[in-house]
């Protein structure tokens, strides 16, 4: 009888026939060494249907950065910061900013984590990879995301480590974390992390002060600021059990977080306060599951719970009005009013948020797998303000609602050369807010139901070039804080209405290796068409959220990474996309601004890095590194490009920084120092209107690293 035996190795299958048992029999050599080689988690996610970059955040973890410092620096993305650190900022992805795009830490969205918890507080040594995906977002993320989302991944596999770094800076600026686990060998693990951040902010700007008798603003002169503080803490702690029988990961944690941030400008640096600041504090119970082969082979269910305990508070009660030296004057007439409000305000607001995902995937065989994820978000806020005049819009709870659910078929070739994803999603919101303007007090609600699809393919023309293309019809709704407002400068809006995208993505990726040179490459194109854009206007120092028909953007992005001998590394990347206003007619009549190009965004950007590592360089487990980078901002227009004559347009202008490190590690990377400058030549920068950012700055950063 014809017999064969099927071998499995390196992934290939290799039949081999009876004959050759024979052979193999007979001799008497021995297999010394057997190297089985898989895909890196890293290399796994850039190989997936979808348009995503995947950064290795563990060569980052002896920098300075956080992680919006270090998105800053990747193709599509711009994180525009007010100033320095705990500043507001936008964060913008292919043309979508603000809530249109989704954050999530391992899989857990971030929506109701509180503004202690935001991407400019993590460090970046939390984080093991960073996955940012563009346009179509994956099923098991489960959101509403407009254009894309990105993903926090922690590092899940080390049993037992300790992370702890602490670096200072200019501006008297602090910065500490530490990042631990143990897991027994009977499977209980507990994990421990934290971290602390403080900055006086105190800079260096340019400002005109105006002259006390005529009101006539002069030359500029450099001032520091005085009233911009920040801190924000967070400790959490999670315990469990990992690889039983009953579940692969059952982890039950709790965080603490805060921050206080005293706030100097409002939209712009005309108006100075001295005593405005706003506080959060959040309490956040979780609970984190994950099975595979559940009760069937192929089958595994992941799931994720939490509910958030967010009481944040603005004040604004101060009679004083405040030049940039510091000094200041007792108000006289207008004594109701706040240093930035129109009414002194001690707003306090409790937010209880909820939010229950499930995922359940399925792997019927090589080809095929099935999956359906459904998400559940729950948004509470009430407030009060004991000094108000008219009435607030918390004095009756605010709340929002969320379902939505995924489903999506893959299909893939048994060698991954080909693989395609489609999947439909449903979106479900129901809203209960309240109009309180000029002195009413409406309760209103809203409710909307939409309906989403989309397909996702890659093909490998070559094994070092890859093609993907995808698209998706997709919607966002609102969420709380542009619906509710914050009680101060941010306005509620009670009647927005959820906006939809049509997606697309085209794009080339490639990887070859020479020996010891490695060259990684990718050039994507990308379309969105949306409808109801919901974006933020300011009207001098107040904002607010608003619908905006119709939007289109298209643009193209590309980068380049060069490594020779895991020593040298070169980096390169820019963005351009044009963001355009399409509505024909506004109220009936035709629109100025229409092909307008959208104010207050950047269009063209890029950033590059270098960096060169001398092994050995004074003792054998050692390791030197020097670094530079840079970022690049053409200008663009505050609004809209029809208004006004060319010399009468307020410009954000071109910004060009550059950055420079080194860091010398010890005994394989157990003991790590780090020294870095930022904005080298001391550019003076505005990611924002008026709003100057920091100058040249320095910090050096400590690092203790032990793993088992």
């Not at 956040?284 to 944040?312: C, D, Q, W």
């Not at 001690?346 to 090589?366: G, I």
């Not at 609602?401 to 893959?410: C, D, E, H, P, V």
Request: charged share 20%.
């Amino acid at each position: 009888m014809n017999k064969s035996v099927l071998l499995v190795l390196l992934g290939s299958s290799i039949v081999v026939p009876a004959m050759a048992q024979d052979t193999l029999k007979t001799t008497h050599k021995q297999l010394k060494q057997v190297v089985v080689t898989g895909k890196s988690d890293l290399r796994a996610t850039k190989e997936q249907a979808y348009t995503v970059t995947t950064i290795d955040a563990t060569r980052l973890h002896n920098t300075t950065r956080d992680i919006n410092q270090v998105l800053n620096r990747t193709t599509g993305v711009k994180v525009r910061e007010e100033g320095g650190l705990g500043s507001n900022y936008s964060f913008s992805l292919n043309g979508f900013t603000g809530k249109q795009v989704k954050f999530f830490l391992d899989g857990m969205p971030m929506d109701n984590f509180g503004s202690s918890l935001s991407l400019n507080n993590l460090p970046v040594n939390m984080a093991e990879r960073i996955e940012v995906y563009k346009g179509v977002v994956p099923v098991f993320l489960g959101s509403d995301a407009l254009g894309g989302a990105v993903n926090v991944v922690t590092n899940q596999k080390i049993k037992k480590y300790l992370d702890a770094s602490y670096s200072y800076g200019s501006f008297n600026t602090h910065r500490a974390s530490i990042n631990s686990r143990y897991t027994t060998g009977k499977g209980f693990t507990i994990n421990l992390n934290g971290f602390y951040n403080y900055s006086d902010n105190n800079y260096r700007i340019d400002v005109q002060i105006p002259d006390p008798q005529t009101g006539i603003y002069g030359n500029s002169i450099k001032i520091k600021r005085f009233h911009d503080a920040y801190h924000s803490s967070m400790g959490q702690v999670e315990a469990g059990f990992v690889n039983k029988k009953f579940a692969d990961k059952l982890l039950f944690g709790l965080i603490v977080s805060e921050n206080r941030k005293e706030v100097q400008t409002g939209m712009n640096m005309d108006l100075v306060s001295g005593q405005v600041f706003n506080t959060s504090q959040s309490l956040i119970p979780t609970f984190k599951y994950k099975k595979e082969n559940f009760f069937l082979p192929g089958l595994t269910v992941t799931a994720n719970a939490n509910m958030s305990f967010v009481r944040s508070g603005i004040t604004d009660t101060s009679s004083r009005l405040y030049d940039w030296f510091g000094n200041y004057t007792v108000k006289t007439f207008g004594s109701n009013s706040g240093e930035i409000s129109y009414y002194k305000t001690k707003f306090r607001f409790n937010d209880r948020n909820a939010l229950a995902s499930v995922n359940l995937s399925y792997e019927l065989n090589r080809n095929h797998s099935f999956s359906i994820n459904h998400n559940y978000t729950y948004a509470r806020r009430k407030g009060n303000d004991p000094i108000a005049i008219d009435p607030i819009p918390f004095d009756i709870p605010n709340t929002l609602s969320k379902n939505i659910t995924g489903l999506a078929y893959k299909y893939s070739t048994i060698n991954n050369r080909f693989s395609a994803t489609v999947f439909a999603k449903q979106f479900n919101m129901n809203a209960s807010t309240v109009d309180a303007e000029w002195g009413t007090h409406v309760s209103m609600t809203s409710n909307h139901n939409k309906t989403g699809y989309g397909v996702a393919a890659m093909y490998y023309i070559f094994p070092f070039a890859q093609v993907k293309a995808s698209y998706e019809s997709t919607w966002r709704l609102p969420e709380g804080e542009e619906m509710f407002g914050n009680g101060l400068l941010l306005k509620n809006n009670p009647y927005l209405k959820p906006e939809h995208s049509h997606n697309i993505n085209v794009g080339l990726s490639l990887m070859k290796t020479f020996n010891n040179h490695k060259l990684e490459g990718e050039i994507n194109y990308l379309y969105r068409k949306a409808g109801d854009f919901i974006r933020l206007e300011s009207d001098g120092q107040i904002s607010r959220y608003s619908n905006l028909d119709s939007v289109r953007t298209s643009g193209v992005e590309w980068s380049v990474r060069y490594t020779y001998n895991d020593a040298l590394t070169l980096e390169v990347n820019s963005t351009y996309q044009n963001t355009l206003n399409i509505k024909t007619y506004d109220k009936g009549i035709p629109n100025y601004t229409y092909w307008d190009r959208l104010p207050n965004m950047p269009y063209l950007f890029g950033s590059f890095d270098a960096g060169y590592k001398i092994k050995k360089a004074f003792y054998v487990q050692d390791a030197l590194t020097f670094g530079i980078g840079g970022n690049f901002v053409e200008q663009f227009y505050l609004f809209w490009p029809s208004q006004g004559s060319a010399g009468t347009k307020f410009i954000i202008p071109r910004q060009f920084t550059q950055d420079v490190s080194i860091t010398y590690s010890l005994q394989n990377g157990r003991y790590n120092m780090a020294a870095a400058c930022t904005n080298l030549s001391n550019a003076k920068l505005y990611d924002n209107f008026k709003l100057q950012k920091p100058g040249r700055a320095f910090s050096v950063k400590l690092r203790y690293f032990f793993h088992n």
